[in-house]
């Protein structure tokens, strides 16, 4: 099949003022959005794109899980379509892009090919995944998770909010459950756009991040027990104070992941000490480290490495120590062929470009089990992301939508 | 005057039976004793115990800030009285001995005078100081700081407690607000009786601390400012990790305060990240030092490498940080002559002891600023307070309360 000309672009202006309008649903407090999964927020803004997708000549499948494939036909009634498509619902304090890119930048795709009446052999599906935040029922990436097999349905249902309510109930109650099985779809390949949510890009001034791995993640939640005690009256060489040594364990955390440079990171977001009470000694620390790496072993590596060590600090203060390992997935390594069709389309248009490797999860690491996939990346601000303030710029948003229009197109084969 | 004989000794069982019974009073769910300050409870330990005063021949004062005070008559009309207590309030998850040991303690050696039918020269009063906990309405320590000047009456009246109610609406409430002007009275000398809240006399095996001095407290929290970055896609060169500054720092506090060993200590009970979320790399960490020494220039010199050690970690790491001074009290040194009768007294005896530091703060620590001061300490298990499970022996006690009848009846003299 021929490769897209240079020529072949989408309207930037259009995909804007699509994000924009779609912003108006579910708006934040501070200018970006709560549009969260199964609320009514979530179910005006599938409303919208579906009317969009019909606008653009597209006909709507919906799924049991209240995925959404709106279908543009190609040309051979044998072809598998290509996918491409991210996810409309947001955090609660989330912002604008996050996501929604991805779903409107494939609208944007079709809406350009019907511009330039441009026929593709196969046909093209553009999605959008229930709940890939999972803030409202956890775990993110739920019904893309669902769609490739990792997780059963009736589990999926039955995840609850805050307030109780279950997912199945809730995607009844907004009217956006489907009669098609889920995970019943063959596809040709998947391509997902989205915002980094990093600073990579932006700090190297790169137009486009070529996505060829997703980083494999480990949750440890690491318990130190020491001894509550009072500040004043417990002199040092009487105290077991489990604040300290889960300062020591930060800075193993830190030393484990420099020594794995340069694609392995390590941290500790969640941190509780207990009494929590300026005048006694922590008696309890209770702390989450996030480890990711591209490489399993060098994951394992670490998680080895946190727990001989960690222990080894700890029992040379009197402290106790527990290790539960509460998360993780491993690397994703997807498709070469589509992730060198993303490479080649940046090449093609003239955006500059390097590799990345995704250190958040996206559906696009699911579905890659289940079908060739790959993912394009733009720039967003100060790596901000999962905030209202996320923002990107029209000229960021109109390049990767670009990259992902060749792509696609390459995949899906011009009918010349 | 004259020493006390060996032979004079209190009555340990009735001691203990007071303690029980006095613990019936705002009782805890896990053993012990909520009792806080102004509280109904507060109220009826505060009749039981001048009940018990009057029954053993006191007469009771009470004055604005609501401080008990019940005075045996002395045979020397101009003596000044020998002051003797502590506090019957406790912390919402409190003990049966905290402070109240000290008051009942000081009734006593009331009783016990009365029943070996001996006279002194000056009056004793025993005092139940109100609101030394702090927990309810902060400061601990409040009327006492009040009587000695340290605090304006106004000012104590006008704390609230965590539903908005004030401390002095809370006073008369309860019914416990007096009409004697607080501060006005003269001492002779005060003696405090107390469970020592850390873990020296128990695992040295001494049944008395003679308290020499109390440290000196100085709390200084600290923010350390980053950036809030995605765990997963932020690369460790491009991190501004606030909780791994906040790592370091702790390890700067252990140092400093080991530098001073042995009588300084430091560490920081009340840790807070922010946002506080697994995949979330910290923006802020919000954490209070605690550094005590029972020497100022020590506490000074502490105080002083934490912002300028401190402030060269975080600059080395690309964060913000500020030091704020929360609290702070200089250390005391307790009345030379009142901390020999406390001396004399356990050798008299024949109980073990030793010279101890007070860690933590007591109402004897304002009192000592207006009049001769000390305090005796008896061991409490695994140094535990602050805590229902709290536990002294029969045995401890009765030896405190042994020591502090004889420091009182040398100071108050012996009328032969």
Redesign the interface.
């Known amino acids: 099949m021929a490769a897209p000309g240079e020529n072949l672009r989408i309207n930037g202006d259009r995909l804007w003022d699509s994000l924009m309008e779609m912003a108006k649903i579910g708006p934040g407090v501070a200018g970006g959005n709560n549009r969260q999964t199964l609320t009514d927020a979530d179910a005006e803004g599938r409303a919208l794109f579906q009317s969009w997708c019909e606008a653009a000549g597209m006909e709507m499948g919906l799924d049991t899980m209240g995925n959404m494939f709106a279908r543009r036909d190609g040309t051979d009634p044998e072809a598998l379509p290509v996918y491409v498509g991210s996810h409309l619902d947001t955090q609660p304090t989330g912002g604008k892009y996050d996501g929604v890119l991805g779903v409107l930048g494939g609208l944007e795709i079709v809406r350009s090919l019907n511009d330039m009446n441009i026929k593709t052999k196969h046909p093209i599906v553009v999605t959008n995944w229930t709940n890939e935040e999972g803030t409202r029922f956890a775990p993110a990436m739920l019904s893309s998770g669902v769609f490739a097999g990792v997780h059963d349905q009736d589990w999926a249902y039955a995840r609850e909010d805050a307030e109780g309510k279950s997912f199945g109930a809730e995607l009844e109650r907004i009217g956006w459950k489907g009669d098609e099985e889920v995970g019943t779809r063959k596809m040709h390949a998947m391509f997902e756009l989205h915002i980094?949510?990093?600073?990579?890009l932006e700090?190297e001034g790169k137009d486009i991040g070529v996505v060829t791995h997703g980083?494999g993640?480990s949750?440890t939640q690491v318990t130190v027990t020491g001894k509550?005690?009072?500040?004043?009256?417990?002199?040092?060489p009487?105290?077991r104070?489990a604040?300290?040594g889960?300062?020591?364990i930060?800075?193993l955390v830190?030393q484990i992941?420099?020594s794995h440079?340069?694609d392995?990171?390590?941290?500790?977001?969640?941190?509780?000490?207990y009494?929590?009470?300026?005048?006694?000694?922590?008696g309890k620390a209770v702390f989450?480290v996030?480890f990711?790496s591209p490489n399993l072993s060098v994951i394992e590596d670490m998680e080895k490495r946190l727990r001989d060590e960690g222990a080894k600090i700890c029992e040379d203060m009197g402290l106790e120590v527990a290790f539960e390992k509460v998360?993780g997935f491993d690397p994703v390594e997807f498709d070469k062929d589509c992730v060198t069709a993303v490479r080649n389309a940046a090449e093609r248009l003239g955006y500059s470009h390097r590799d990345l490797i995704?250190?958040?999860?996206h559906d696009a690491c699911w579905i890659n089990q289940v079908a060739p996939t790959a993912m394009v990346m733009c720039p967003c601000v100060d790596?901000?992301?999962?905030?209202e303030a996320e923002e990107i710029s029209k000229d960021w948003a109109t390049a990767g939508a670009d990259v992902l229009l060749h792509a696609v197109v390459e995949t899906a084969g011009i009918v010349e």
């Open positions: 980094e949510q990093g600073p990579i700090a980083q993640l949750w509550e005690s009072h500040t004043g009256s417990t002199p040092m009487m105290r104070n604040g300290l889960m300062a020591r930060l800075e830190d992941a420099w440079k340069p392995a990171v390590g941290a500790a977001g969640h941190i509780d000490v009494p929590n009470s300026r005048n006694v000694i922590p989450t996030d990711r998360g995704s250190g958040a999860g790596g901000l992301s999962h905030n």
